[in-house]
Every structure is written in C-alpha cells, then in structure tokens.
C-alpha cells in the first residue's frame, strides 16, 4: 500500500506531465482563436505553464527524487477534447467561448491537482514543494478568472449574436458614448 509520500511523487509525476502536454497543446489553442485578448491570455499562460515546469522539477528536488513524469490520462482527454472542439467551431463565432469552456475545464483539473498536492507538501513537512505548489495554484486560479472574464466581456456575447468581436466592440463603444444604432 502507498503511503502519502508515494502518492504525492505519484501525482506529482502525473501533474509534471499534464503541464509538459499543455505546452504542446496551447500554441494549437493560441492559433485557433480569434479574439486578441484570449491569444494573449493563451501566450500568458503557455509561458506561464514553462515556468511551472521548471518549478515542478524544483518540487522532486525538494523530495529528493528524479523528476520524472507520468501518462496523466486526464489531461490527454482534455486535450482531446479541447482539438475537437477547436475543429468543430473552426471559423465559427462561437469558437473563442469554446475554447474558453475547454481551457477552463484544463484550470479546474490543475486546481484540484495542485490543491491537493500543496496539502500534502504540507502534511509532508515539505514547506519549500507546498510554497512553490501554492504559487502555482494562485496562478491557475488568476488564469481561470481572466478566462472567465474574457467570457463575460466578449467571446460568449460573440457566440450568442453570431458576430465578430470586432461588431461586438463597436457596439460597446458606440454604446458607451450614449450613440444608438439604428437597425
């Protein structure tokens, strides 16, 4: 049976190779979508998810173990998942709130992971691993947010009226300076 540090290696290993596949997998989200915010907010990220890496490596530092990785199945069918729903709403308005809604089901999972992960760094006695586990959590809780808020501002309102963000911005700033259009 596994005790809790065995787990955590094990779910570490895992969580090292769900970010290593999601640095693969964001350039292909980067490309597909259309609204200027949500290709920053994908580069941010995909640089952000680097960064991580490098610090989940510091993690299996801090045990005292080889970095090594593990087949994360979760991540594969989100990413899965997240091409399928790039291919379906190709050059559709409703691409970039799909790509959002994949996006963000990839920041609930790496939550969860790291959530527990830092909880048992720190049951662990491993207070550097849960630190650099909780900078990481914070990460992906501030990139689930700006996803959601992109969502607001923009790419589900795109979806929904079947128009560009283009036409959506223009309406907002005609509507903003009290100018109403007329049909």
Known sequence: MKDLRELFLDELADIYDA?????????????AATHEGL???FQNHFEETARQVE?????????????????????LGLIREADEISSEHKNEPAIDAALISAAQKV?????ASYGCLREWAEQLEKDEAAEI??????????????LTELARTGCNEAARNGSSH????????LERAGVRRTQ
């Open 19 to 31: 970010e290593l596949r999601l640095t693969k997998a964001l350039p292909k989200m980067i490309k």
């Open 39 to 41: 290709k920053e907010a």
């Open 55 to 75: 610090r989940l490596e510091s993690v299996f530092e801090a045990f005292g173990e080889p970095v090594k990785a593990k087949k994360c199945e979760a991540m």
């Open 107 to 111: 920041e609930h999972y790496e939550i």
């Open 133 to 146: 586990l909780q900078e990481i959590l914070d990460e992906e809780s501030a990139a689930d947010q700006k």
């Open 166 to 173: 283009e036409d959506i911005n223009e309406e907002n700033e």
